[in-house]
Each structure stands twice: as C-alpha cells, then as structure tokens.
C-alpha cells in the first residue's frame, strides 16, 4: 500500500481551504480531499487526490479507503447552524449520519493498520444552551461539562458526534474485547465563531461578525442580523486551523479528554461594527435582529473556558482581538478585495 495520508473532508469550506494551505506549507503531511464541490486550482495542487463526493456516500468513503492508508482524518463537511434550522432532517443526515460513516472507515482503518486513526473533528460553541441573556452574562466563561443544552439542531448534532467519537475510542466493540490499538483516536474541539479574511461562511449563526467586515470592505451597505449587544466569542481563522495542527501533533498521554474548548476573544456585534467602521469609514453597518438568529445567539456563551486545552497539550491563540484585525483581517481583507477597500 502507498504511503499514509491524511483525508479531509469538507475541504472546499472555510476552515478546510486554511487547513490544506497550511499543511502545504508545512509539508509535513500527504492530503486526499472530499467535498461536493472540486476544488479550485490552487488548493488542488497542494493535494496528492482529490474527490468531489458525498460523504453520505458510502461506496465513494469505501473506495477511498481502499485505495490509501488514511492514518488521520480531519472531518470538517458540515451544515452550520442557521442552515440546519432551516432544513433539520437534511442537517441531521450530514452532520450525524455522515460523521458515523467517517467514523466506521476510521475504526476499519485503525483495525487494519493495527494503530489507532487519529480523527479530528471540529465541534462548536453550538452545543451550549444558556437559557437566558441574565444567566449568560452571570455565566461568563463555560467549562466543557456546564450547560450542554443546545437549542439549535447543529448544536444537538455537535453534541453527540462529540459522543460518539469518545465511543469509538473507548468502547467500540467492549464486549468482543477489542484492543484498543484497532480502535481510533477521536480528538475533537469546541470553536468559537471563526472570523477568516479569505472566505464568507454560509449558513452559520456566527456570520454576522465576518459578513459585517466582508461588506464593508467591498463597499456594501450591511443589514446586522443580531443587534449591538449580542456577544459571543470569535477566533481568528489562522488560530483556528492552529489549534487542530496542534490538537492533531498532541502526545495522546497528555490528553486527559477527548473535547477541548478554545476561545481567543469576545466581542459585542456594536464592538465589531465599531472595529469595522475605523478600518473602513465608509461602512454602512445598521442592525436589524432577526427575533430566531438572535435568539440562538443569545442561547451560545459570552466566553468559553480553554484552560484544559492549555494545560494538556499548549494551546494558546497568537491573535487577540487588536492583532486579529490590525495584523490578520484587515490587511488580508485589503489586499483580496483590491481597489473597492478605500
Ligand atoms: N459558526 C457556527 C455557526 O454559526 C457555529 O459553530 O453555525
């Protein structure tokens, strides 16, 4: 068989186009993609293979793994969470039943490599539940264990995918005693709301903080979907694909969990229109809640608590909130959208 790969799926999204970027650069690691739509150009040449496919599919994940040593999977393919409000049974599908294909190929791939797949999966703010702006603002930061409640179908889905991987690295097959070297290595990480100069996401909840500055840096009046006091946490895209390199690299004797919170900085939706506007002066920013959205962002924590992903395995964001924009967001942000960014 060839050499060993890592398969990413999802990877013609917002974080998997960051993620092949730095994998290439770091040339440390042979990429086999998939995602329903090819990917550009450029990020293809950064791939040993390339699939354009479901991940509901289940001959297309079989003829993958026949044909490479996957020894890490990187499964971002995912509905948001605004987008599975819209259309729950279809999220329930993608998010649920596909990370259990993925997760039955890992578990194939690890029994007959003799070594544990290392499967990394990105989870999210999503699956808390703070019941109200009060409690939430009481609350503070969360830890991993407090207020597992979600209310949107993403965040259930989450939740128990998170479930499910600890499953398969614990359990799977207890009772025919499997060892656990044919078991896989389920690590998993709960992002705040992802802010990247590069892409828009769609269909999340947390859209309303990068769609705010892709507009404006394209000249584009913006209507705010939440208003100036929703708070949540937001993180740098490069800190993003960071934390899953490292959580990836971590020695598996140093994790003591396999979910991890990690959060770099909180910001207000007026907060971010206000860092907005001094970039581009001419932003024309307005907010109009939409009573839903609003709703499920008030249900996600002003903070999260990342102190276990910094003690066990180092994590530590390079960007807060000044850096993010000053050195990440807005020169990056520039240079894409060319002359329309006065
Ligand atoms: N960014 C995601 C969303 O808004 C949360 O993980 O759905």
Known sequence: MSKP???????????????????????????????????PEKYRGFCLETYAG??????????IAAHHEIEVVFHLAALLSTRGERDPELAHQVNVEGTLHLLRMAQNQSARL???????FPSSIAVYGMPSVDEKKKVGRVREQDWNVPITMYGCNKLYCE???RYFTQYFRQLSALSSAARLDFRSLRFP???????????????????????????????CFVGPDAKIPFMAMPDAVTALVHLLEADRSKLTETVYNVSSFSESAGQIADRVRASFPGAQISFKPDAVRSKIVDSWPEDMDDSRA?????????????????????????????????
Do not use: C
């Open 310 to 342: 910094r003690a066990d395995w180092g994590w530590k964001p390079a960007y807060d909130v000044e850096r993010a924009f000053a050195e990440y967001l807005i020169p990056t942000i520039r240079k894409r959208y060319g002359a329309r960014s006065a």
């Open 114 to 120: 003799g070594r544990p797949v290392r499967f990394i």
């Open 193 to 223: 709301g992802l802010i990247s100069a590069e892409t828009v996401p769609t269909g999340g909840t947390s859209d309303f903080g990068p769609e705010m500055l892709h507009a404006a840096a394209q000249g584009q009046p913006y209507e």
């Open 54 to 63: 479901n991940i509901m599919d289940r001959y297309l994940l079989d003829q």
């Open 5 to 39: 790969v890592v398969l990413v799926t999802g990877a013609n999204g917002e974080i998997g186009r960051t993620l092949l970027q730095r994998m290439h650069t770091d040339g440390r690691y042979r990429v086999v993609t998939v995602d329903l739509t090819p990917l």
């Open 163 to 165: 479930h499910l991987g």
